[in-house]
Antibody, heavy 127, light 108 residues
Framework: QVQLVESGGGVVQPGRSLRLSCEVSGFTFSRHDMHWVRQAPGKGLEWVAGIWHDGSNKDYAESVKGRFTISRDNSQNTLSLQMNSLRADDTAVYYC????????????????????WGQGTLVTVSS | SFELTQPPSMSVSPGQTARITCSGDALPKQYAYWYQQRPGLAPILVIYKDTERPSGIPERFSGSSSGTTVTLTISGVQAEDEADYYCQSAHSNDTYVVFGGGTKLTVL
């Protein structure tokens, strides 16, 4: 079955770095665009970053642009989020999420929505 | 900027119909998607491409679209439907994604 398992969360001081990972199984990772979404305590969902299935295109929310880097290793079925210059307002549960695969005959393409999510990993930025 | 606006909260009695709206200037050109999130859990998809319902989602969940507003309708609301609901859409390349602020549905 499809599984997405995040790891790497924890408590970190402001200005420091942290790297999150999302290990996936149960599907062909290299066919799906992937995303990171976060949720601050008691707040709504905030999209953080997305990456195409082959890693050739990435996009970021304005709030993290220049500080966070999304990447993927299709040979290891792993999605990553490198977070630098962390701030208190980066405190949140971070989810990885998979885009749906639309197929017509033999042709498939990845597209919204997010059909599977991980369970999330908590990042706390505090001195 | 690309924004989606939802009412922060609404309440409904069991058996009644809940209609949750989501407004945004890009919605006439882009599909909207709806997620349900119960406390402490990851979101789950309940409506995609404005009106489509994924397998396993009860028929009481439906979606509609009109101009710059999309609506999630829950007919015959049950206690288990009490949750936060988020709309989602994206820019044309589907890479830059936006969520609405979420609507907390309370079942009285």
């Amino acid at each position: 079955q499809v599984q997405l398992v995040e790891s790497g969360g924890g408590v970190v001081q402001p200005g420091r770095s942290l790297r999150l990972s999302c290990e996936v199984s149960g599907f062909t990772f290299s066919r799906h665009d992937m995303h990171w979404v976060r949720q601050a305590p008691g707040k709504g969902l905030e999209w953080v970053a997305g990456i195409w299935h082959d890693g050739s295109n990435k996009d970021y929310a304005e709030s993290v642009k220049g500080r966070f880097t999304i990447s993927r290793d299709n040979s290891q079925n792993t999605l990553s989020l490198q977070m630098n210059s962390l701030r208190a307002d980066d405190t949140a549960v971070y989810y990885c999420a998979r885009e749906l695969l639309y197929c017509s005959g033999l042709a498939c393409r990845s597209g919204l929505p997010f059909d599977f999510w991980g369970q999330g990993t908590l990042v706390t930025v505090s001195s | 900027s690309f924004e989606l606006t939802q009412p922060p909260s609404m309440s409904v009695s069991p058996g009644q119909t809940a209609r949750i709206t989501c407004s945004g200037d890009a919605l006439p050109k882009q599909y909207a998607y709806w997620y349900q999130q119960r406390p402490g859990l990851a979101p789950i998809l309940v409506i995609y491409k404005d009106t489509e319902r994924p397998s396993g989602i009860p028929e009481r969940f439906s979606g509609s679209s009109s101009g710059t507003t999309v609506t999630l309708t829950i007919s015959g609301v049950q206690a288990e439907d009490e949750a936060d609901y988020y709309c989602q859409s994206a820019h044309s390349n589907d890479t830059y994604v936006v969520f609405g602020g979420g609507t907390k549905l309370t079942v009285l």
